[in-house]
């Protein structure tokens, strides 16, 4: 059995004014059975430093830091790393419940033939941080539970997976920039057992500095494309999904090296990072206030 219950997992590279503050919350809120597991991707912003005073100091339990081809490289490296049972893909500037978290691995802990972990979500804009939007795949997990569709997609940000479970349903694709979505679509037309938790345990932050390429949207066409040749995906919409398109939008890990300049800038900015960590506070305070709100249950 795994000394370690849970892995919360992050990749990084140049987030450092971000990191630090989704650390700071993570590692607070860390119980005994839980471990730390930091893979960045060789950044030059200060990052790769401050990791390895946290490792040193214990604070963080596995880190390494080294260049990755891409970001679904230093995903699955954080992935077959960790050691927990349970793990959670963290990223470093979005916004979690560690309380909704720990529910979800009471509930796969307790019902070990579960694979996976899926919530509600909130989304919201750090310059807009007081418009905050629900958002969920309940529907789709509905319609694909029933049979009456082969596959759905959903956002790893609020996913925890079985670490076992990786053997059948493998690691992230390396040859997808939209690496959760194909993820999410190979997981459920495997059938993996998945369980939708009502709650929310994340709130996704549409930060500056996540910039998208410009071949972005032809390269995500492309993708959606092979998404539903090879999972029969029929999409939320006719041609892309609408989940794909939410991406785009935002600009979420397009590009795995985007954004160093400007969050580069941020951190010789003391005014400018006191003012965010502000509203990442107002916005933790906001995601357990609607958990509090919400009478959440777990569907099989």
Same mark, same amino acid.
């Given at each position: 059995?795994?000394?370690?219950?849970?892995?919360?997992?992050?990749?990084?590279?140049?987030?450092?004014?971000?990191?630090?503050?989704?650390? @700071?919350?993570?590692?607070?809120?860390?119980?005994?059975?839980?471990?730390?597991?930091?893979?960045?991707?060789?950044?030059?912003?200060?990052? %790769? @430093?401050?990791?390895?005073?946290?490792?040193?100091?214990?604070?963080?339990?596995?880190? #390494?830091?080294?260049?990755?081809?891409?970001?679904?490289?230093?995903?699955? %490296?954080?992935?077959?790393?960790?050691?927990?049972?349970?793990?959670?893909? #963290?990223?470093?500037?979005?916004?979690?419940?560690?309380?909704? +978290?720990?529910?979800?691995?009471?509930?796969?802990?307790?019902?070990?033939?579960?694979?996976?972990?899926?919530?509600?979500?909130?989304?919201?804009?750090?310059?807009?941080?007081?418009? !905050?939007?629900?958002?969920?795949?309940?529907?789709?997990?509905?319609?694909?539970?029933?049979?009456?569709?082969?596959?759905?997609?959903?956002?790893?940000?609020?996913?925890? !997976?079985? %670490?076992?479970?990786?053997?059948?349903?493998?690691?992230?694709?390396?040859?997808?920039?939209?690496?959760?979505?194909?993820?999410?679509?190979?997981?459920?037309?495997?059938? $993996?057992?998945?369980?939708?938790?009502?709650?929310?345990? $994340?709130?996704?932050?549409?930060?500056?500095?996540?910039?998208?390429?410009?071949?972005?949207?032809?390269?995500? /066409?492309?993708?959606?494309? +092979?998404? /539903?040749?090879?999972?029969?995906?029929?999409?939320?919409?006719?041609?892309?999904?609408?989940?794909?398109?939410?991406?785009?939008?935002?600009? %979420? $890990? +397009?590009?795995?090296?985007?954004?160093?300049?400007?969050?580069? $800038?941020?951190?010789?900015?003391?005014?400018?990072?006191?003012?965010?960590?502000?509203?990442?506070?107002?916005?933790?305070?906001? +995601? @357990?206030?609607?958990?509090?709100?919400?009478?959440?249950?777990?569907?099989?």
């Amino acid at each position: 059995m795994s000394a370690y219950q849970l892995s919360f997992i992050i990749a990084t590279r140049n987030r450092l004014p971000f990191l630090k503050i989704t650390l @700071e919350k993570l590692m607070c809120a860390l119980q005994p059975d839980e471990e730390i597991v930091v893979v960045d991707g060789d950044s030059t912003d200060g990052a %790769k @430093e401050y990791l390895q005073q946290l490792f040193g100091e214990g604070k963080i339990h596995q880190f #390494v830091s080294e260049p990755d081809h891409n970001q679904a490289h230093g995903w699955n %490296k954080a992935l077959l790393l960790a050691r927990g049972t349970i793990i959670k893909k #963290v990223i470093d500037d979005d916004v979690y419940s560690f309380t909704a +978290i720990s529910k979800c691995k009471q509930f796969m802990l307790a019902n070990p033939l579960v694979d996976i972990c899926i919530s509600n979500g909130l989304t919201a804009d750090l310059l807009a941080p007081e418009e !905050i939007a629900t958002t969920g795949r309940l529907k789709y997990f509905k319609e694909w539970k029933s049979g009456n569709a082969n596959c759905f997609t959903f956002s790893d940000v609020y996913m925890l !997976i079985r %670490k076992s479970a990786l053997s059948y349903l493998g690691l992230f694709d390396t040859q997808f920039t939209m690496l959760d979505w194909e993820y999410s679509l190979r997981c459920s037309y495997l059938k $993996a057992n998945i369980v939708y938790y009502t709650g929310y345990n $994340a709130l996704s932050v549409n930060t500056p500095g996540n910039v998208t390429s410009s071949a972005g949207a032809e390269t995500l /066409k492309r993708e959606g494309i +092979i998404g /539903k040749e090879k999972y029969g995906y029929k999409g939320d919409r006719s041609d892309i999904s609408l989940f794909s398109e939410m991406k785009i939008a935002i600009g %979420k $890990a +397009i590009n795995y090296k985007a954004g160093t300049r400007n969050t580069q $800038a941020a951190a010789a900015q003391p005014s400018a990072v006191a003012e965010m960590e502000e509203v990442y506070n107002r916005l933790y305070d906001a +995601i @357990e206030a609607y958990n509090l709100g919400t009478e959440a249950a777990f569907i099989s």
